[in-house]
């Protein structure tokens, strides 16, 4: 079974930077869709951002300016960067893989906004 691997998230002040990554097998990092999802208690999971195959990147216009997500084709990573928190971007943030139809979600990790 096909696993993602995440690591990062913690705890950072308003205005303030986190990241998170994500180690993907091998055939979903080369040509798969890969990304990021996020999730608040008691909502629906959500996108943050996504990139293809090609690089052409997706963001939610919540974060569009604020995170970037990058691929390191070096580690078969993703990385996703916060920038400029805000208290609503408080949420588990989840890895995400897709190929060939199916979905692939990591364990998900925290990141929370607050004084």
């Known amino acids: 079974q096909l696993q993602l691997v995440e690591s990062g998230g913690g705890l950072v002040n308003p205005g303030g930077s986190l990241s998170v990554s994500c180690a993907f097998p091998?055939?979903?990092?080369?040509?798969?869709?890969v990304g990021w999802y996020r999730q608040i208690p008691g909502k629906q999971r959500e996108l943050v951002a996504i990139?293809?195959?090609?690089?052409?990147?997706t963001y939610s216009e919540a974060v569009k300016g604020r995170f970037t997500i990058v691929k390191d084709y070096t580690k078969f990573r993703s990385h996703l960067y916060m920038a400029s928190m805000k208290p609503e971007d408080t949420a588990v943030y989840y890895c995400?893989?897709?190929?060939?139809?199916?979905?692939?979600w990591g364990q998900g990790t925290q990141a929370a906004v607050s004084y």
């Open positions: 995400y893989g897709a190929l060939d139809g199916r979905v692939y």
């Open positions: 990139i293809d195959k090609n690089g052409t990147t």
């Open positions: 091998g055939e979903i990092f080369a040509i798969g869709t």
